[in-house]
């Protein structure tokens, strides 16, 4: 079945660093944008960063820039996320959603979000 | 960036109710808008997309409406499953941004 699971959380030092990876199953990984999606605890859902199908176009929420690096292996259908110099507001369930982009007649159209990972815990505290 | 507002941030309504939830776009998004359910502790669920499409498998007592800066969810009755916090989303261009939520409670 379609499925995405994401590993790598825990606790972690203000400062330091942490990765997360995606695992993508039950369909063709390579063919799909890949995001992250964070919500810290209580709070309402936060988009952090994209990565195109083939790994040439990311963008960032300012949150975040500078400090975290998407990047996947498309051999391995495995999506990730390096977080660097984190902080204690980066404490969240950190998700993995997939997104099918297609343009039809020059319109583009967004199929995203209909699959979510189960999330993963990161927690920033010395 | 576009700024996500919607309102209200939080309802009281009875089983049988007819809801409505509004997301307004700081600027002209088109139809790049999606609908999320959530639960506690639960993963978000997908509702609507490109505005007015239906998720397969949402009961169709859900509906998305609208086009570039005001996007409207309703809940046609409201059923004891439904009651949860509800988010929008733009995709129109990055970052992409959601909306604050909206809580909706038993009355």
């Known amino acids: 079945q379609v499925q995405l699971v994401e590993s790598g959380g825990g606790v972690v030092q203000p400062g330091r660093s942490l990765r997360l990876s995606c695992a993508a199953s039950?369909?063709?990984?390579?063919?799909?944008?890949m995001h992250w999606v964070r919500q810290a605890p209580g709070k309402g859902l936060e988009w952090v960063t994209i990565?195109?199908?083939?790994?040439?176009?990311?963008y960032y929420a300012d949150s975040v820039k500078g400090r975290f690096t998407i990047s996947r292996d498309n051999s391995e259908n495995t999506l990730y996320l390096q977080m660097n110099s984190l902080r204690a507001e980066d404490t969240a369930v950190y998700y993995c959603?997939?997104?099918?982009?297609?343009?039809?007649?020059?319109?583009?159209?967004?199929?995203?979000?209909?699959?979510w990972g189960q999330g993963t815990t990161v927690t920033v505290s010395s | 960036d576009i700024q996500m507002t919607q309102s209200p941030s939080a309802m009281s309504a009875s089983v049988g109710d007819r809801v409505t939830i509004t997301c307004r776009a700081s600027?002209?998004?088109?139809?790049?808008l999606v609908w999320f359910q959530q639960k506690p502790g639960k993963v978000p669920r997908r509702l609507t997309y490109?505005?007015?499409s239906l998720q397969s498998g949402v009961p169709s007592r859900f509906s998305g409406s609208g086009s570039g800066t005001e996007f409207t969810l309703t809940i046609s009755s409201l059923q004891p499953e439904d009651f949860a916090t509800y988010y929008c989303?733009?995709?129109?261009?990055?970052?992409?941004?959601f909306g604050q939520g909206t809580k909706v409670e038993i009355k």
């Open positions: 959603a997939r997104e099918l982009v297609s343009t039809i007649f020059g319109v583009v159209s967004r199929d995203a979000f209909d699959i």
């Open positions: 039950g369909f063709t990984f390579s063919r799909y944008s």
């Open positions: 990565i195109s199908f083939d790994g040439s176009n990311k």
């Open positions: 600027q002209g998004i088109s139809n790049y």
């Open positions: 490109a505005a007015s």
């Open positions: 989303l733009q995709q129109n261009s990055y970052p992409w941004t």
